[in-house]
């Protein structure tokens, strides 16, 4: 096999995985990314190699002229063995840590007022302001780990790909 195909084949893998991996951005977005819908979406993005109005499509029927057999064999891993084993997914912090936090930070900040002996006045204000300023401190962390671990279940499945690549290369050469 000359490289010429590989190359080919190199190309249209990297806009392969570039489709995969927004199409996985997007639906994290939207919705709690699962195994079994990551590989629905692959299937979606992997139909592409059996269609010959897509450019993979193309490219693979070309190659089934030239060399059947290597192409059948290409065809197979794309088609019908590419799918995403089950990764570890951790998990986000409980939803009712946006509210236990302030909650146990006000109950502190209301204890250390009366401790100290202040007035009303301020053990209301002890009590409202670390409620009020833990709130959103405890929400923005909660996203910004939420995003984190959806990047690195994204990053997971995609090296997963990459022992599909690394056959159907070998194939070609």
Known sequence: MNTT?????????????ALVRGKL????????????????ILSDAASSWGSEYERNGKWLNQFKETEPEKAQLVCD??????????????NDL????NYAIPAVGACIGLAMSM??????????ISTIAPAALLYPAVKTFRNSMHTANQEKNIDS????LEKYKNSIVSILS
């Open 25 to 40: 951005i997007t639906t994290a977005n939207k919705q709690n990314l699962s195994t079994p819908l990551a590989n629905l």
């Open 94 to 97: 409980p939803d009712f840590y």
């Open 157 to 160: 499945y995609m090296l997963q």
């Open 115 to 124: 401790y100290a002996g202040c007035g009303k006045l301020i053990q209301a």
């Open 5 to 17: 195909e590989k190359e080919k084949f190199e190309a249209l893998w990297a806009d392969f995985l």
């Open 77 to 90: 891993v794309l088609l019908r063995d590419m799918a995403f084993a089950d990764i570890e997914e951790k």
